[in-house]
């Protein structure tokens, strides 16, 4: 079956230090990719996307890259801000008719300044 | 665009008695809507999928008839959780797929329910 997996958390960072997030999954065929982050108390928000192989889905200065040949899609930021602290999560689904996500287990970001 | 809400955000009840959550796509229509439960720390885990004018489809360990989904319309469902349990206490969130676009899925802010 599909499956993601993710670095544990808390991860604590000081302001504008370099965020890595690591993913991997693994999966049959293409799946699309996505980085979902959920802030305290609240539902999830997609941050960002890949749907084929070498894509880079950017967002609010977050990046993460399609890797098939490594099964990864590590998201990174160059300079973090204590407003980016919240849960994110690493995701794969399928496009087609039923759009079951699978979801890793996420990872708690805190920026303290 | 692409906005799903919840509601109600938080309903505290006792236990044996039924409680509905509401899930709307406030502005496009929904060929598919789908329901999580949200543990403390924890992922989140797909309970059901609902097609609107069909039958739920529950994932495996889900009782159906605890959690009864109804999907009447293209931008509405509803998890009704019946007979509630203190275990029953969670973050349910639903998410739902735009008509015409298989990638996407656009979530609510989710249901903090407790049961006491």
């Known amino acids: 079956g599909n499956s993601v997996t993710q670095m544990e958390g808390p991860v604590t960072l000081s302001e504008e230090a370099f965020l890595t997030i690591n993913c991997t999954y693994t999966?049959?065929?293409?799946?699309?990719l996505f980085w979902y982050v959920q802030y305290p108390g609240e539902g999830l928000q997609l941050l960002l996307k890949?749907?084929?192989?070498?894509d880079k889905g950017s967002n609010k200065g977050f990046e993460a890259t399609y890797r098939k040949e490594t099964t990864s899609f590590h998201l990174e930021k160059g300079s973090v801000q204590v407003s980016d602290s919240a849960v994110y999560f690493c995701?794969?689904?399928?496009?087609?008719?039923?759009?079951?996500?699978?979801f890793g287990i996420g990872t708690k970001l805190q920026v303290i300044p | 665009g692409a906005v799903v809400s919840q509601h109600p955000s938080r309903v505290i009840c006792k236990s044996g008695t039924s409680v509905k959550i509401e899930c709307r796509s406030l502005?496009?229509?929904?060929?598919?809507m789908f329901w999580y439960r949200q543990f403390p720390k924890q992922s989140l885990m797909l309970m059901a999928t609902?097609?609107?004018?069909?039958?739920?489809?529950?994932e495996q360990g889900v009782e159906k008839d605890k959690f009864l989904i109804n999907h009447a319309s293209l931008t509405l469902s509803t998890l009704t959780v019946t007979s509630a349990h203190p275990e029953d206490s969670s973050f349910y969130i639903c998410?739902?797929?735009?008509?015409?676009?298989?990638?996407?899925?656009?979530f609510g802010p989710g249901t903090r329910l407790t049961v006491t």
């Open positions: 998410s739902a797929t735009p008509w015409g676009n298989s990638y996407e899925q656009y």
């Open positions: 890949a749907t084929k192989a070498d």
């Open positions: 502005d496009f229509q929904a060929t598919t």
């Open positions: 609902s097609n609107e004018g069909s039958k739920a489809t529950y």
């Open positions: 995701a794969l689904s399928y496009s087609g008719g039923y759009q079951k996500v699978t």
């Open positions: 999966a049959t065929g293409y799946p699309s």
